[in-house]
């Protein structure tokens, strides 16, 4: 049994097929997972003494890795690295390390006291996607997170394991459980560590959903269920023989009943779309036909008011977006329906779609008198994002300044304000902004008190799918693997 | 290569903004956890948020040592000048935004004898989220050299006054309503006016990005809502 461990004094070629022999017969589980490559190199490589074997042989692949590609590059022999190992017997490291789903990196250091001297020398795909890390980048330009860099810095030079929460910011913030391992010294001298990051973000977020859930419900149902209550006692009391007020009280109780399905169904469906916040939606949304299909929807509402739909739309194929169509349809139902509700009678209600707008003017001002507000603004870093920007406005009362805040609220009213007979839920437009925060969109609100609203959205165009297909990470080798340092 | 290595200019240069950097991390935790204790009513992250602040005004003095070291013994020009003076500004800057979540973090404490009013910190928690991620982006912005994500962060600081706006009419109604809340919801109002001057300073660090980056201020007009115009 070879002895396995990152700064051997093997040569990396030799090293390797050690290795090699070594987990011949775990193969087959390495496509099980992290876990089981983890724990299979364990089984396979146990040696007494050595404390860390799995994280240390983790680690020792990516170094592995960087010692071959080191060599590789320069012996101009790297066509028969990678790819070319894996049709071998050897499993291909490199390809295993860059396509773990978790972010995988390590660090390198010299002296303990040069706090900013921590740099990287190797991270795989994700951590580069995830974290921008460029080509010898620095430790803190991708992470600032001071329990990160201190867990790091005590592997680094205190030899300890660390194991790390670590909350991201923003309307995409992830949370993230970061695990640093010491990797002892490279043949440099320089220290090394280990740091793997897992993406806690659905978990912590399930179980803070669920409270919300919970506290929410209880408190919206109660009112409706007070007053079924009331009606019921009064029913069976002294309205009992009364046919007429009978009537009237089941229509009251009815309407009631379906207000509190529909709260269920909105926090039904806003649960359900915070779940998937932070996973990208796949498909392609023709926008201009998916607000046809919502008008004609909402036309039997529109003519029980006698309002009338003015809407500028491009021609099928202009305004395509990636979305889920579901959803998509879901944000402008709930905005053109706002419109219709605060619309006086036989008022104008304006659906327009522009495509091609850059993300300055899809969230320019209209007018400059009126109260403006984004209530969610995307990732603005990619600067070439061509973005489709969807305008519903309204002719009603409009809205003060100082409630724009708090519009995407769940369950915030402005005073004073009626929507008519057909009350909503208060969670409109907290679904609007969840479902376009995960299309990595953008909301803002413009609103002249006595003139009306207008609510514009812009989603990111789709594109063109070969572009996509081809996409790769920046400086990506033909092994799909990068070198850093 | 020798253990002992002799750092080069560019170096030395570009470890001052990886000193920034960490800096910024330490203060974007610091205000992280300050809007935590408001928001948890935790009285212990509220302790540890007042202790901590001290390792922020040390950094700060050691980046303006290294910055003054640099500037006299490298005698930098253009780009490079303006790279060590943004160094120094940000991490005033940075210092500032400890302070005020220090301040922030005591007033936690006071708050936590009081009456808990979830539906004010809920707005507050609400603010200072938006200020984070302010913080966050100039930070981004700094390390990756990216004026268009500065710029971006510089022209929205509407929307944290809008907030700031917002909450100074609702603890005023809240105060009207119930003289009892007048002293908790005193402490709350600066806690906000806290956040906001939080933000203002990720303005500002967005302006010394740009004097960096391209040797030029940021000339027009802020868009600046004026809430004791209102």
Redesign the interface.
Known sequence: MPTVSPPSPVAPERWGDALAGAWAGAWTAVAAGPAALVAMAALGAAKPGVALPAAVLLGGGGIFLLRRLRRGIEGQALAAAPAAAATDRAPPFATILENLPEPLMVIAA?EAD????RRFVFANGAARERF?IREGA?L??A?????V?EAVDESLFGGLERTVEW?G???Q?RDWTAHSRPLGRDD??SQLALLVLRDETDVRRTERTRADFLANASHELRTPLASLSGFIETLRGHAKEDPGARDKFLGIMQAQAERMSRLIDDLMSLSRIELNEHIAPAGRVDLAMAAEDVIDALAPQARDKAVTFDSILPPRGAAVVEGDRDQIVQVIQNLVDNAIKYTPKEGVVRVEIFPGLTAGTASAARDPAAAR??LL?PD??D?DERYAGLRVSDKGPGIA??????LT?RFYRVEGQKSGERQGTGLGLAIVKHIINRHHGGLHVESLQGEGTTFGVYLPMAKSLPQKDLATADGATPGGVVKLS | ?T?H?VKSYGEEL??LT??V??M???A??QV?DAIECIARRDAGLAQSVVGRDERLDTLQVEIERKAFRLIALRQPMAVDLRHAVAALKISMNLERCGDLAKNIGKRALILNDAEPMSALTR?IE?MG?LV??R???V?DAY??S?V??AI?VWS?D??VD??Y??IF?ELLTYMMGDPRTINACTHLLFVAKNLERIGDHATNIAENIHFELTGEEIISQRPKLDVIAQ
């Open positions: 010299e040069d706090l900013t001297g921008r620095l803190v330009t992470v600032r997170s001071p329990q860099l909350t910011v923003g309307s913030g440099r001298g507000l984004s603004t603005l870093s600067r300044r100082e409630h724009l805040p708090r609220e | 290569m253990e290595t570009s470890h990886a000193e950097t960490r910024g991390g330490l974007e935790a992280a707005s609400r989220r984070q991620s913080l966050k982006d930070l390390t990756a990216d268009q994500r971006g929205s509407e929307e809008e907030h706006n917002s009419r």
